[in-house]
């Protein structure tokens, strides 16, 4: 059975860093794109990185280009969030999910397969 849980959300103060994991059971990586989307309360959900299933391609939303970087480990199957420089509005609980396509986009809807989520808190 295909799962995936996410781990390493925190409080972190402002300008600091948080790495999230995701690690995959009942398929490879190479089963399809990965995605981190995040919804904060009263917000809808939005499409933070995904990156697609060789690992060739990945995509950022323009409010983390430049902080987030997200990276995955065949071997362990695992894929991974860098998240620098994290301000007040990046608090969200944060989920990675798996679509079967091997493309990366950033479009919710499109993934069939979610993790439980992690909470991301930036407060000082």
């Known amino acids: 059975q295909l799962q995936l849980v996410e781990s390493g959300g925190g409080l972190v103060q402002p300008g600091g860093s948080l790495r999230l994991s995701c690690a995959a059971s009942?398929?490879?990586?190479?089963?399809?794109?990965i995605g981190w989307f995040r919804q904060a309360p009263g917000k809808e959900r939005e499409g933070v990185s995904c990156?697609?299933?060789?690992?060739?391609?990945?995509n950022y939303a323009d409010s983390v280009k430049g902080r987030f970087t997200i990276s995955r480990d065949s071997a362990k199957r695992t894929v991974y969030l860098q998240m620098n420089s994290l301000k007040p509005e990046d608090t969200a609980v944060y989920y990675c999910?798996?679509?079967?396509?091997?493309?990366?986009?950033?479009?919710?809807?499109?993934?069939?397969?979610w993790g439980q989520g992690t909470q991301v808190t930036v407060s000082s």
């Open positions: 990156i697609s299933s060789s690992g060739g391609s990945t």
């Open positions: 009942g398929f490879s990586l190479d089963y399809g794109a």
């Open positions: 999910a798996a679509r079967r396509s091997r493309l990366c986009v950033l479009l919710g809807e499109t993934y069939d397969y």
